[in-house]
T-cell receptor, first 112, second 114 residues
Framework: QKEVEQDPGPLSVPEGAIVSLNCTYS??????FMWYRQYSRKGPELLMY????GNKEDGRFTAQVDKSSKYISLFIRDSQPSDSATYLC????????????FGTGTRLTIIP | GAVVSQHPSWVICKSGTSVKIECRSL??????MFWYRQFPKQSLMLMAT?????????EQGVEKDKFLINHASLTLSTLTVTSAHPEDSSFYIC??????????FGSGTRLTVV
């Protein structure tokens, strides 16, 4: 079993829809949870990070962490064609001091 | 802030030659840099972790003599793929850690070995 599981998709939704992306994990030591966006042939860029359980909102993006279920989510509201990318979840026991464990990434396409 | 420059963005080389990829943190000092490899439609696989002034720590299964990592300063790390073969063709990405601020990734290098 992989430490981090993520549905690879692809996921296609119409413009304006709410997108839900999810990851599950098995390592209870993970405390920091990150979402990265990666455009084709580019490096990942950090969208959001959260610590422990709870929600965090940044504009159209909301990250949720449920440590009891070992389940994290990223919601994108009012999705735009420019949101089309691969979204990777990543996590680590500590922030900035240890290597990240990545999910496989979900390819998202927003259809105009 | 927190910009990481990776160069070159793409390279084609002949089988048997060596290729060097540079990763620079432009506006901060990176205590730790990471090198990843990514195959098409797959996630990032950590190859090695490098700290300035010390030997890199390689992940299991990564040949340290083939993938030479040098972290000569707090702003520069290099990955050299030695005696490259077609199976080494991949997308290589570095990331730099800024103390207390997480990880910033470079834009990646697409290596094609012919």
């Amino acid at each position: 079993q992989k430490e981090v599981e993520q549905d690879p998709g692809p996921l296609s939704v119409p413009e304006g829809a709410i997108v839900s992306l999810n990851c599950t994990y098995s390592n209870s030591a993970f405390q920091y949870f990150m979402w990265y966006r990666q455009y084709s042939r580019k490096g990942p860029e950090l969208l959001m990070y959260t610590y422990s359980s709870g929600n965090k909102e940044d504009g159209r993006f909301t990250a949720q962490v449920d440590k009891s279920s070992k389940y994290i989510s990223l919601f994108i509201r009012d999705s735009q064609p420019s949101d089309s990318a691969t979204y990777l979840c990543a996590m680590s026991p500590n922030f900035g001091n240890e290597k990240l464990t990545f999910g496989t990434g979900t390819r998202l396409t927003i259809i105009p | 802030g927190a910009v990481v420059s990776q160069h070159p963005s793409w390279v084609i080389c002949k089988s048997g030659t060596s290729v060097k990829i540079e990763c620079r943190s432009l506006d901060f000092q990176a205590t730790t840099m990471f090198w990843y490899r990514q195959f098409p439609k797959q996630s990032l696989m950590l190859m090695a972790t490098s700290n300035e002034g010390s030997k890199a720590t390689y992940e299991q299964g990564v040949e340290k003599d083939k993938f030479l990592i040098n972290h000569a300063s707090l702003t520069l790390s290099t990955l050299t793929v030695t005696s490259a073969h077609p199976e080494d063709s991949s997308f290589y990405i570095c990331s730099a850690q800024r103390t207390g601020s997480g990880y910033t990734f470079g834009s990646g290098t697409r290596l094609t070995v012919v």
